[in-house]
């Protein structure tokens, strides 16, 4: 059962990395990213990584691809020509709705068996939040510190790299 | 632990660290090269955490945080370059951008 899902969760991967190769639009090719990203979160969840599988959901799904996505719009009309304004779009409409009636129908069986029924009790996995914030506080203290160093120096850099160039 | 061999998600890893690397060297908007280094460092991050789940150890997981900080600051100085770029020289073709050359 995990091998088969293993399996199908491997092709949506490799789909996504070879959506960000391909696509000849820019836009196409971050939700591409957005796909291997998600996959990937589920990938850390099944090998023991919770806490990991939820950053990764927060950090590169959430922050990062938005990022990509501002980027993209702010730079604007060479990049993205006619990215979400075409009018023919009938088979990917259907699509989308296919999809989202399979997430309606796997949500709905989900809570009338149960199977999504919120857990009493700790998790108390190899990669629960606890685990991992005792080993960061302990055993790697130093570099969890100097990473909110790097933070700063990056936020301060791209803010005065991002600047309108005011001289010349 | 899983019924799934360390070895699938190596192999897998592998799959789409090739087709990052394979996308930086043929693509030549700036934008798409970045998301295919992030396409990379994702791939090592899941061979990081498949064998730390392979050998039990907490590690590979602290270090995979490490390497989403560090991914984290360089996309917002990257994509703070870029715009810097865009408002020089209004392009995106890394093979236009030949401003250090002498």
């Known amino acids: ?168 | 632990m899983t019924a799934v061999p360390t070895s699938f998600y190596l192999v897998l890893s592998a799959l789409i660290f090739v087709i990052g690397a394979v996308g930086v060297l043929v693509r030549r908007n700036a934008l798409i090269i970045f998301m295919c280094v992030e396409l990379m460092m994702n791939a090592v991050n899941l061979t990081l955490i498949a064998l730390a789940d392979r050998f039990g150890r907490l590690d590979g997981q602290i270090f995979v945080f490490m390497v989403m900080a560090v991914a984290a600051a360089e996309v917002a100085v990257g994509l703070a370059i870029v715009m810097a770029l865009v408002h020089h020289r209004d392009t995106t073709n890394v093979d236009e951008i030949n401003l250090l050359k002498g």
């Open chain 1, 1 to 168: 059962m995990q091998l088969v899902l293993f399996f199908v969760l491997a092709l949506l991967a490799v789909a996504g990395a070879v959506g960000v190769v391909l696509s000849k639009n820019a836009v196409y090719s971050a939700l591409a990213l957005l796909l291997n990203f998600a996959v990937l979160a589920v990938f850390y969840i099944m090998l023991n990584a919770q806490f990991l599988g939820v950053v990764q959901v927060i950090v590169y799904a959430g922050a990062i691809v938005v990022l990509f996505l501002f980027v993209i719009m702010l730079i604007g009309g060479q990049l993205a020509p006619d990215a979400l304004t075409a009018g023919s779009r009938r088979p990917a409409r259907v699509v989308a709705l296919i999809a989202g009636l399979v997430a309606l129908a796997g949500l709905a069986y989900g809570l009338v068996s149960g199977a999504l029924a919120p857990q009493t009790g700790q998790v108390q996995g190899s990669g629960s939040v606890q685990a991992i914030g005792r080993v960061l506080f302990t055993d790697y203290l130093l570099p969890f510190e100097l990473a909110s160093v790097l933070l700063l120096v990056a936020m301060i850099g791209a803010v005065v790299l991002a600047r309108k160039p005011t001289k010349s």
